[in-house]
């Protein structure tokens, strides 16, 4: 059993859409971290949530950690081709050390 | 600064070999974390370094190793392959030790077994 769920598995958007991923849990989660990860790359760090409730903003893209910390949101705004990428949440949770990710989200932006 | 590097990048191994893959942190540091990465089951954490010493295992079975040096550099080894161990190996540094650290990712060694 996945500790993270991540949905939708796959996303195929046109250039200018919005869209939103989330990652879900029913544990509850010190910190959420958010990495994107491109084609023959390692996952590259975007944002870390620590707080319940808490919203974080980079340029385009908007995280946020649900007030329970439980689950988490990455919405990107007017995407681009460039924000193609494997989208993943990992955790660590209130009872654990090791962080734990989700399979991720696969975005085409064309 | 260097980022953190992986060698090899790719690797053809048969069943029955064994196989090290090797990671080199960024300067200053101590802490080196190993992940297996598959299509159906994502990543995957292996174990955790600092300073020499395995802080943290994740639930793979002991044919899968791995060894920290003085100088943080990694080496991860896994014996007895099967066709199962195909995969992408990430190494991932980070300044202190445990999940909640910022991780910086290698490339990745792509192993496959055939």
């Known amino acids: 059993t996945q500790l993270l769920e991540q949905s939708p598995q796959f996303l195929s958007i046109q250039e200018g859409e919005n869209l939103t991923v989330y990652c879900n849990s029913s544990?509850?989660?010190?910190?959420l971290q958010w990495y994107r990860q491109e084609p023959g790359e390692g996952p590259v760090l975007l944002v870390t949530?620590?707080?319940?409730?808490e919203v974080k903003k980079l340029k385009r893209l908007t995280f946020q950690f649900g007030d329970a910390r439980k689950d988490s949101s990455l919405h990107i705004t007017a995407a681009q081709p460039g924000d193609t990428g494997l989208y993943l949440c990992a955790g660590v949770r209130n009872s654990g050390y090791a962080l734990n990710f989700g399979k991720g989200t696969s975005l085409l932006v064309t | 600064k260097a980022g953190v590097t992986q060698t090899p990048r790719y690797l053809i191994k048969t069943r029955g070999q064994q196989v090290t893959l090797s990671c080199s942190p960024i300067?200053?540091?101590?802490?080196v974390s190993w992940y297996q990465q598959t299509p159906g089951q994502g990543l995957q954490f292996l174990f955790e370094y600092f300073s020499e010493t395995q802080r943290n295992k994740g639930n793979f079975p002991g044919r899968f190793s791995g060894r920290q040096f003085s100088n943080s550099r990694s080496e991860m080894n896994v014996s007895t392959l099967e066709l199962g161990d195909s995969a992408l190996y990430l190494c991932?540094?980070?300044?202190?030790?445990?999940?909640?650290?910022?991780?910086?990712f290698g490339s990745g060694t792509q192993l496959s077994v055939l």
């Open positions: 991932a540094s980070s300044l202190g030790q445990g999940g909640g650290e910022k991780l910086f």
């Open positions: 949530v620590v707080t319940g409730g």
């Open positions: 544990s509850v989660f010190s910190s």
């Open positions: 300067s200053g540091h101590r802490s």
